[in-house]
């Protein structure tokens, strides 16, 4: 089975630009999330979506948002980028209620 | 607040030794999840082990084991007969209820000497 899969694998946008990145979940995972990783530090929970709902949102702006499609594929938008957008986004699926998060190789968002 | 913390920032050890990484958590839930996951180079995110707070027994997956002490809020991984395969950040993280809201720590980066 394939596991999470996000493209694109790198990325190079400049700053007031407009971003979409994608997620395919594994095989019967409904639930989605969205993890912002900074280089040298963990994580950061930004959204998670469930049978196309928002489930869950982190500390995050408004220029952030991200949606969940009929087959649990996701995309996280992210509007005007700026300079401390650039990070390693990452995405997560799982069966909800599972404890368990699988995680794609992220995506890696550089703005100039 | 549900917090996770790592206190080292960077730790080796000798190919085939034992090391040992600590990760300290805040949290007023009685019901949560926690998690080592490893970072290789290549950034994909790997489960290495998973504790239910309800078990007292500690998690164990071949050369990894965890001491977790729930009194203290303490979580921390054992490396056993350690390969240099194992070098990687290491991610401390912690879960609760039906969602995937996961706090991470700061992480641990381990370089195994050979």
């Known amino acids: 089975d394939a596991g999470v899969t996000q493209s694109p694998t790198h990325l190079i946008k400049t700053r007031g630009q407009h971003v979409t990145l994608r997620c395919s979940p594994i095989?019967?995972?409904?639930?989605v999330s969205w993890y912002q990783q900074v280089l040298g530090q963990g994580p950061q929970f930004i959204f998670q979506y469930y049978e196309k709902e928002e489930r869950g949102r982190g500390n995050f702006p408004d220029r952030f948002s991200a949606r969940q499609f009929p087959n649990y594929s996701s995309e996280l938008n992210v509007n005007a980028l700026l300079l401390g957008d650039s990070a390693l986004y990452l995405c997560?699926?799982?069966?909800?209620?599972?404890?368990?998060?699988?995680f794609g190789q992220g995506t890696r968002l550089t703005v100039v | 607040a549900q917090t996770v913390t790592q206190s080292q920032p960077e730790m080796s050890v000798q190919e085939a030794e034992t090391v040992t990484l600590s990760c300290t958590y805040d949290t007023s839930e009685s019901d949560y999840y926690l998690f080592w996951y490893k970072q290789p180079p290549s950034r994909q995110m790997i489960l290495v082990i998973r504790q239910e707070a309800y078990k007292q027994q500690n998690a164990t997956e071949n050369r990894f084991s965890v001491n977790f002490q729930k009194a203290a809020k303490s979580f921390s991984l054992k490396i056993s007969d350690s390969q240099l395969g194992d070098a990687a950040m290491y991610f401390c993280a912690y879960n609760w209820g039906n969602n995937n809201d996961m706090r991470f720590g700061a992480g641990t980066r381990l370089t195994v000497k050979p």
């Open positions: 095989s019967g995972h409904k639930s």
């Open positions: 997560a699926s799982s069966r909800w209620g599972g404890t368990e998060a699988f």
